[in-house]
């Protein structure tokens, strides 16, 4: 996508660190639903 003549657009962003942190944290602690699914079919098919 092209800007209009005469307008430039420049991203910019400041990370903030601890909402990255606090996202990775939850995403670390959280349960794997792939591991879980697999448990759940080994458990049916025994």
Do not use: C, F, W
Not at 22 to 30: Q, T
């Amino acid at each position: 996508m092209e800007n209009p003549p005469g307008i430039t657009y420049q991203a910019e962003y400041e990370p903030d660190m601890e909402k990255m942190v606090k996202a990775l944290r939850i995403l670390h602690e959280a349960p794997n639903p792939e591991k879980k699914s697999e448990e759940d079919e080994l458990q049916e098919g025994a």
